[in-house]
């Protein structure tokens, strides 16, 4: 079976030489189109794996292959959104949102010419996402759930295979955290992107997740793989239940017993 990202055997330490690794004979494997989490202890390389994927780092030793091809470079198909919304103060919501396409190509040489369609772009986007009218606003004049909302957008705006998320919703309470889970949940059934997931919420990773990876104190390695049968589309209902409640502890009972061997 083929997968879109396809992270084997991967050992990487920081700096190079034989320092302690950040992650050691990690294998994640995620399907085009699926939703995958990262969940674990701080420190144990979730980070990591994400920049081993996007071609921001790369290993020590073993492979990692995106959309059929050996990671060597940094992927121009990937999105990322990160805790701190990292919004350009004086520029507009719609303007932040376009830098990246004023920066990368393909998008960077047709951008003049074009502009008038990666700005209904944005606005679409923004519409998706509850800001409609929002775009001609500052980012000091949103509020955090808007802003990551925003953020959201960006990372959307050129269209990416894989969509990288990395504790987007830490920062935020737990109303609008929930409000969040719903958004990306909808922008993943609409558009079909592949998602890698980095959080230490276990509900959060229940509730978006076809499959969580579970890691181990560092250095890294994946300790336990859920696959996550919920029915879709799912309502916050779900996280009341039963059977979600016992993917959240079977998942604690997994950190915890990491530790504890450690």
Known sequence: MSYFVDVQNVTHVYGGGDGTPAVEDLTVRVREGEFAALVGPSGCGKSTMMKLATGLQFPKSGTVIVDGAEVAAPLK???????????????????????????????????????????????????????????????????????????????LIHEPKLLMLDEPFGALDTFTREELWCVVRDLHAERGFTVILVTHDLREAAFLSD?????????????????????????????????????VQDLRNQIRNARVAV
């Open 211 to 247: 499959r969580i990876y579970c890691m181990s104190s560092r250095p890294g390695r994946i300790i336990a793989e859920r696959e996550v049968t919920l029915p879709r589309p799912r309502d916050l209902d779900v996280t009341y239940t039963h059977e979600f409640a016992d993917i």
């Open 77 to 155: 198909i990937t999105g990322m959104a990160f805790q701190n919304p990292v919004m350009l103060p004086w520029r507009t919501v719609l303007d932040n949102l376009l830098l990246p396409l004023e920066i990368v190509e393909p998008h960077r040489s047709r951008f003049r010419a074009h502009k008038h369609e990666y700005v209904a772009r944005a606005d679409n986007l923004l519409r998706s996402v509850g800001l409609a009218g929002m775009g001609e606003k500052f980012p000091w004049q949103l509020s955090g759930g808007m802003q990551q909302r925003a953020s959201l957008c960006r990372s």
